[in-house]
């Protein structure tokens, strides 16, 4: 396993290098054109063949609601720390930066980190995984109750009529949700993809993960010390609670250890990148986000060793 780790953090080193390199085009371009790549094209391409291959048992609710578990307990103990922080300890921190922490705290990193660290780990047989975990919990709830968490924040004035079809509106524009619908779809109806789509799809699948992890490097930031302080509740939840509480799922739901351990180890992947997107739009606090990107990512490849049983 420490092979793995160690090959993840060569390519995100490879992306930190590319901001160092003269006459290429600047990070935050790349990193919005792989962004677009990926979500376009290679990972439904990826998430059709994953899901039509993966197990139709109960890990097809399992799994999404694990997520959404861990997202929800995440947030609510996120929101109370810092709202006590707020009124005590850093009573200069404004609502956009609260809201900006308590998102990166909530939404884990499950598609760009995890895909290739559970894959690279457990093999490419669990690659529904991080897949079903991201498209069918994370994302939808990003653009819908994270939304709601920026526009408050932001002071946002908005009818909640109209933030619920901004979310509508964004969710329907992601390729990804039409692919693990087709996906689930095709399962269900026993159809089985020709071997060239699925040839197709491995391909996809080999090229997502060392982008994804050198656009993970592209976003990385250095932190200041005042950050680092702020932010070590965030990375605590982040890092140790999500784990532990997919650790309760997996009791709760009875999985089997493959699968259980593979879930504990998805739950404590690092802030998503995503929500950087999100945090952007609604001008909130994009830089002490991408400090909590950078510190979490940094210190995942210490804890995600110790979250396997």
């Known amino acids: 396993m420490q092979i793995v780790f160690l090959s993840y953090l060569s390519l995100i080193s490879l992306g930190i290098l590319w901001r160092f390199i003269p006459n290429?085009?600047?990070?935050?371009?790349?990193?919005?054109?792989?962004?677009?790549?990926v979500?376009?094209?290679?990972?439904?391409?990826?998430?059709?063949?994953?899901?039509?291959?993966?197990?139709?048992?109960?890990?097809?609710?399992?799994?999404?609601?694990?997520?959404?578990?861990?997202?929800?307990?995440?947030?609510?103990?996120?929101?109370?720390?810092?709202?006590?922080?707020?009124?005590?300890?850093?009573?200069?921190?404004?609502?956009?930066?609260?809201?900006?922490?308590?998102?990166?705290?909530?939404?884990?990193?499950?598609?760009?980190l995890g895909l290739p660290i559970i894959t690279g780990v457990f093999g490419d047989e669990l690659a529904f995984l991080p897949v079903m975990y991201d498209v069918l919990a994370l994302t939808p709830l990003l653009w819908t109750l994270g939304v709601v968490i920026a526009g408050y924040a932001r002071g946002d004035s908005n009818a909640p009529i109209e933030r619920v079809r901004l979310a509508a509106k964004k969710i329907v524009t992601l390729p990804p949700i039409y692919a693990v619908i087709i996906g689930l779809t095709l399962k269900y109806m026993h159809v089985e993809l020709p071997s060239f789509i699925l040839h197709i799809s491995d391909i996809a699948g080999k090229a997502v993960p060392p982008i994804m992890m050198i656009s993970v490097g592209m976003a990385l930031t250095v932190p200041q010390w005042k950050s680092i302080i702020l932010l070590i509740p965030a990375i605590m939840i982040r890092l140790l609670f999500a784990p532990l509480l997919a650790s309760a799922c997996i009791l709760l739901f009875s999985m089997n250890a493959s699968i259980g351990n593979?879930?504990?180890?998805?739950?404590?992947?690092?802030?998503?990148?995503?929500?950087?997107?999100?945090?952007d739009m609604y001008g909130l606090d994009s830089r002490i986000l991408s400090h909590l990107i950078a510190l979490t990512t940094m210190c995942s490849f210490i804890t995600l060793q110790f979250q396997l049983f």
């Open 24 to 37: 290429l085009p600047d990070a935050s371009t790349m990193r919005t054109a792989i962004s677009a790549l």
């Open 39 to 112: 979500i376009h094209i290679l990972l439904p391409l990826l998430t059709i063949s994953v899901i039509a291959r993966a197990p139709f048992d109960d890990v097809l609710w399992q799994i999404p609601l694990t997520g959404l578990i861990v997202t929800f307990g995440c947030l609510l103990s996120a929101w109370l720390i810092y709202r006590i922080a707020q009124a005590t300890v850093f009573k200069d921190m404004n609502d956009r930066t609260m809201g900006s922490i308590i998102i990166g705290a909530a939404w884990c990193n499950a598609t760009y």
């Open 262 to 279: 593979a879930l504990v180890m998805e739950s404590g992947m690092p802030t998503m990148v995503l929500t950087m997107a999100l945090i």
